[in-house]
């Protein structure tokens, strides 16, 4: 955990999501959603992918924020566009419970993160 914590708080990308990880499931730690919320988003920024498809999921789910469809599609959408097919998926479930302009708000999102290098998304 500490070496996790000095990683990540440097700025290292994987020791951030690790740590993320850790607090989403409670692996060394007490579960703190909003914590691995944290850390998550930090690793996403830097363009790690697990890290984004796992806010995806605390988006679905409303762990550590609210939920969020157009989030969750939102995440989904930038890791699927890299190819991974769980993420695929996932964004297609979910685009079957949101109505057009959600859809079209989440793509935009989408392209907005990336151009942006996935700050502050």
Not at 7 to 36: N, P, R, T
């Amino acid at each position: 955990m500490k070496w996790h914590t000095l990683a990540a708080e440097q700025g290292y990308a994987k020791a951030q999501y690790h740590l993320g990880s850790m607090y989403h499931f409670g692996i060394g730690v007490l579960k703190d959603y909003k914590e691995a919320v944290k850390w998550y988003q930090l690793a996403a920024e830097q363009g790690n992918a697990e890290a984004q498809f796992n806010l995806g999921i605390m988006y679905a789910k409303g762990e550590g924020v609210l939920q969020d469809n157009v989030y969750e599609h939102m995440w989904w959408n930038i890791v699927a566009s890299e190819g991974n097919e769980t993420a695929k998926k996932g964004r297609d479930i979910i685009a079957k419970q949101m109505t057009p302009s959600q859809i079209e708000e989440a793509q935009k999102l989408a392209r907005e993160c990336v151009a942006k290098d996935y700050k502050g998304c």
